[in-house]
């Protein structure tokens, strides 16, 4: 509950803007980061074949 108490409360936009981008940046590089130990281990797993 406390993520929906800090989008819904009244704080400045700018902050709140703030907060979304900083939670998409996360995904995102949390999403690359997990593509790419997923190709390094298929390269290594290809190697040993």
Partial sequence: M???N???SPIA????TFLVIV???I???AG??????RSTFSK???ADH
């Fill in 32 to 37: 690359i980061t997990a593509i790419d130990t």
């Fill in 6 to 8: 800090v989008f819904t």
């Fill in 44 to 46: 290594k797993k290809k």
């Fill in 27 to 29: 995904g995102l590089g």
């Fill in 23 to 25: 939670c998409i940046l």
């Fill in 13 to 16: 936009g700018g902050a709140q």
């Fill in 2 to 4: 406390t993520l929906l």
